[in-house]
Structure formats: structure tokens, C-alpha cells
Nanobody, 129 residues
């Protein structure tokens, strides 16, 4: 069974850091494009980052560029989202999602939820003083 599990969320003060993990079971994560989305109540799920298969390309939304970094650890079958300089507006449930397409261009576009067939359950990030 193919499964994604996010972890690492929590409560942090503004300016703080968190590292989210997206760990796969049942498949090799490096064979997939992995995107990070976030969602707050009443809003659309927002695509904020994507790392392509084999880590060739990483893309970021303007709202997180320069503060968030995505990285793969293939030894742990895990993709990380390092979040620095957190702001209250970063508060959301964060999801990772996987796309198995051989196309190298999947990560050039963020936010298309329909491209991703596998999703984790989400992890809550709260940024508050």
C-alpha cells in the first residue's frame, strides 16, 4: 500500500523554524515528484513547493521563497521542508503529495492539486506569539 506520512508540525513563535518530514512507504520517493501544499480553513489548498524526481528541480511560491527549502533524503525515503523565518500567515495544515509522471516539468507549476494522486494526512503548523 502506497502511503505518505507528514510529521514535524507544531507551535512556533514568529521568526522561528520547523522542519516538516514527508515519509513514504510502499514506494521509492525519489521516483516521484513531491509537492508541499498548505491549507487554512475556508481557503483553497495552496501549492508552496515542489521537488522533482531525482531532485533535479525545486520550485517555491513567492510567499515562501527565501525562507523555505525542500530537500530529499533518499536513505530515509523522506522529503523535508525546512521552514525558517516563520510568520503568523504561515499557519496552516501542511500536506505533501506525490506525482509519478515521467515528465520533468511537473514542478514548474505549483498548486495544481489534480496532478497528485497520493497525499499525506497533513500536519498542523501554528505560528503565534
Amino acid at each position: 500500500q502506497l502511503q505518505l506520512v507528514e510529521s514535524g508540525g507544531g507551535l512556533v513563535h514568529p521568526g522561528g523554524s520547523l522542519r516538516l518530514s514527508c515519509t513514504a512507504s510502499g514506494f521509492t520517493l525519489d521516483d516521484f515528484h513531491i509537492a508541499w501544499f498548505r491549507q487554512t480553513p475556508g481557503k483553497e489548498r495552496e501549492g508552496i513547493s515542489c521537488v522533482s524526481r531525482r531532485g533535479v528541480l525545486a520550485n517555491y511560491a513567492d510567499s515562501v521563497k527565501g525562507r523555505f527549502t525542500v530537500a530529499r533524503d533518499n536513505t530515509k525515503n523522506t522529503v523535508y521542508l525546512q521552514m525558517n523565518g516563520l510568520k503568523p500567515e504561515d499557519t496552516a495544515v501542511y500536506y505533501c503529495a506525490a506525482n509519478s509522471s515521467p515528465s520533468p516539468g511537473i514542478c514548474t507549476t505549483l498548486g495544481d492539486k489534480g496532478r497528485y494522486g497520493y497525499w499525506g494526512q497533513g500536519t498542523q503548523v501554528t505560528v503565534s506569539s
